[in-house]
Nanobody, 121 residues
Framework: QVRLVESGGGMVQLGGSLRLSCVDSGSIASINAIGWDRQAPGKQRELVATITSGINTNYADSVKGRFTISRDNAKNTVYLQMNSLKPEDTAVYYC???????????????WGQGTQVTVSS
């Protein structure tokens, strides 16, 4: 079984900061990429940031310069530091990993349960 557990969401005002955490656990053999998606009410889910091979990062244009993704392999945790938050960042944020389970040769996508981020103006 694979688990991705997010934490750190909450309510902040315009310009505030939050740090999201996602801990991965279970029968994981290898992680190709891990990161964050988000879904706002009435909108499609969108990629926010990913980190590949623990080093290479990719960000949505809307968060570049404000959000930073990082990975602590010793803690099996990926972080999303969110600064200068805007009301349009309000969404449920999901941890997403492209990983291979123990005993399998295939990679697949897994998601956490999500954490709510609300930014008020």
């Amino acid at each position: 079984q694979v688990r991705l557990v997010e934490s750190g969401g909450g309510m902040v005002q315009l310009g505030g900061s939050l740090r999201l955490s996602c801990v991965d656990s279970g029968s994981i053999a290898s992680i190709n990429a891990i990161g964050w998606d988000r879904q706002a009410p009435g909108k499609q889910r969108e990629l926010v940031a990913t980190i590949t091979s623990g080093i290479n990062t990719n960000y949505a244009d809307s968060v570049k310069g404000r959000f930073t993704i990082s990975r602590d392999n010793a803690k099996n945790t990926v972080y999303l530091q969110m600064n200068s938050l805007k009301p349009e960042d309000t969404a449920v944020y999901y941890c997403n990993a492209d990983l291979r389970r123990l005993g399998s040769s295939l990679y697949g996508d897994y998601w956490g349960q999500g954490t709510q981020v609300t930014v008020s103006s």
